[in-house]
């Protein structure tokens, strides 16, 4: 049983670990490095968390589980033959192959400039601090989106600005008409104001057409020069999806069945932002890939003893918290939200339940 990245539902598998091995099923998980965790990746860039609360070893708890590592990046599969192809040449043989290797960020525009940083992975973030930290010059940095993860990189920018005494103007560039275009108005609002009051500059209905050498070039022909610009224009399924010669989606998620397998290859499984689920379209969120976690557990260990699945139901609302950086946070639960200080130390509270789950098994 190969598990192909350690995103957050393989987390959970590898902790079954010992059901597998009473299987007499060797359990192995793939992946070329940490799992960075994206609810912190914010924090970690401002220096309020640290790259050890963000991360989780997979090799160490693998090894803790009874589990096996081996470290690589897979290019592709051989079906008829049930074999890996990592990129190193590498072919393991596998009897159920599950992957839950996450997303990348989409580019809606086309890039020719340096200094041009991507939200995902969630270590560029630790690399994007130690380069802001590196330049002592006064930095335009631009952030590219609107949605959620835009308002928190833009947050914790200017935290990191006034924790390093740092002068840094921030400009979010949002091609809609309101920061948090899916979010209720009043928090799109409150949102808007924190940002602002914390020196942000918002610029509304600005859509990108190209990014030059530092300069932003606008669709209607205006243009922004930066220093620094962060992309978080959306996500789409890892570019390895698309070669698994299996059904998926416009976005390049591997399509599958709600028992989390490809519907053409019960062998072949997939969870968090690298699946779409039939009857579902669903954002690219970890929260899925949590909740998707124990199903897919139960399914592999289902197939292993001819039992019948279960189907995983993805709940229609679920509790999202923005972290401001300003000590706030703002959380939103469908068409409800609230914000304030508690609403931040409640992220901070179930951001270090979830991470000490898995930390704590191999000692962190």
């Given at each position: 049983?190969i598990?192909?990245?350690?995103g957050h539902?393989?987390?959970?598998v590898?902790?079954?670990?010992?059901?597998?091995?009473?299987?007499?099923?060797?359990?192995?998980?793939?992946?070329p490095?940490?799992?960075?965790?994206?609810?912190?990746?914010?924090a970690?860039?401002a220096?309020t968390?640290?790259?050890?609360?963000?991360?989780?070893d997979?090799?160490?708890?693998?090894?803790?589980?009874?589990?096996?590592?081996?470290?690589?990046?897979?290019?592709?599969?051989d079906?008829?033959?049930?074999r890996l192809?990592?990129?190193?040449?590498?072919?393991?043989?596998?009897?159920?192959?599950?992957f839950?290797?996450?997303?990348?960020?989409?580019?809606p525009?086309?890039v020719?400039?340096?200094?041009?940083?991507t939200?995902?992975?969630?270590?560029?973030l630790?690399r994007?601090?130690?380069?802001l930290?590196a330049?002592?010059r006064p930095l335009?940095?631009?952030?590219?989106?609107?949605?959620?993860t835009?308002?928190?990189?833009?947050?914790?920018?200017?935290r990191?600005?006034r924790?390093?005494?740092?002068?840094?103007?921030?400009i979010l560039?949002?091609?809609?008409?309101?920061l948090?275009?899916?979010?209720?108005?009043?928090?799109?609002?409150a949102?808007?104001?924190?940002l602002?009051?914390?020196?942000?500059?918002?610029?509304?209905?600005?859509?990108?057409?190209?990014?030059?050498?530092h300069?932003i070039?606008f669709?209607?022909?205006?243009?922004?020069?930066?220093?620094?610009?962060?992309?978080?224009?959306?996500?789409a399924?890892?570019?390895?999806?698309?070669?698994?010669?299996?059904?998926?989606?416009?976005?390049?998620?591997?399509?599958?069945?709600?028992?989390?397998?490809?519907?053409?290859d019960?062998?072949v499984?997939?969870a968090g932002?690298?699946a779409?689920?039939?009857?579902?379209?669903?954002?690219?969120i970890g929260?899925?890939g949590?909740?998707?976690?124990?199903?897919?557990?139960?399914?592999?260990?289902?197939a292993?003893?001819g039992r019948?699945?279960?189907a995983?139901?993805?709940q229609?609302?679920?509790?999202s918290?923005?972290?401001?950086?300003?000590?706030?946070g703002?959380?939103m639960?469908?068409r409800q939200?609230r914000?304030?200080?508690?609403?931040l130390?409640?992220?901070?509270?179930?951001?270090?339940?979830?991470?000490?789950?898995?930390?704590?098994?191999?000692?962190?």
């Amino acid at each position: 049983m190969i598990l192909v990245g350690a995103g957050h539902a393989h987390l959970e598998v590898l902790l079954a670990a010992r059901a597998f091995r009473q299987r007499g099923t060797e359990l192995c998980v793939i992946d070329p490095g940490r799992f960075w965790y994206s609810g912190l990746g914010s924090a970690m860039l401002a220096g309020t968390a640290s790259e050890e609360a963000d991360t989780v070893d997979p090799q160490r708890l693998a090894a803790s589980c009874g589990a096996t590592h081996l470290c690589g990046r897979v290019a592709g599969l051989d079906r008829p033959a049930r074999r890996l192809i990592l990129a190193d040449g590498r072919r393991p043989s596998y009897d159920l192959v599950s992957f839950n290797v996450g997303s990348t960020v989409r580019q809606p525009f086309p890039v020719d400039s340096p200094d041009v940083w991507t939200v995902k992975p969630i270590a560029n973030l630790q690399r994007l601090r130690q380069a802001l930290l590196a330049d002592s010059r006064p930095l335009t940095i631009a952030v590219a989106g609107g949605g959620p993860t835009s308002c928190e990189l833009a947050g914790n920018l200017l935290r990191l600005a006034r924790d390093e005494r740092r002068a840094f103007r921030v400009i979010l560039v949002c091609a809609a008409d309101r920061l948090l275009p899916k979010a209720p108005p009043g928090a799109s609002a409150a949102a808007a104001q924190r940002l602002g009051s914390a020196g942000a500059e918002i610029l509304l209905n600005r859509r990108i057409a190209s990014v030059r050498p530092h300069r932003i070039v606008f669709a209607d022909g205006a243009g922004l020069d930066f220093d620094v610009l962060v992309q978080a224009t959306g996500l789409a399924a890892s570019q390895v999806m698309a070669e698994l010669s299996l059904p998926t989606r416009r976005s390049g998620e591997l399509e599958v069945t709600t028992a989390l397998h490809a519907r053409e290859d019960a062998r072949v499984f997939a969870a968090g932002d690298c699946a779409a689920i039939e009857g579902y379209d669903l954002p690219k969120i970890g929260v899925y890939g949590v909740r998707a976690g124990p199903i897919l557990r139960d399914n592999l260990l289902a197939a292993l003893d001819g039992r019948p699945p279960e189907a995983y139901r993805p709940q229609a609302r679920y509790l999202s918290i923005l972290d401001l950086g300003d000590e706030t946070g703002l959380a939103m639960r469908g068409r409800q939200w609230r914000h304030g200080r508690s609403m931040l130390w409640l992220k901070h509270w179930l951001d270090r339940r979830f991470m000490r789950r898995y930390q704590r098994r191999y000692g962190a």
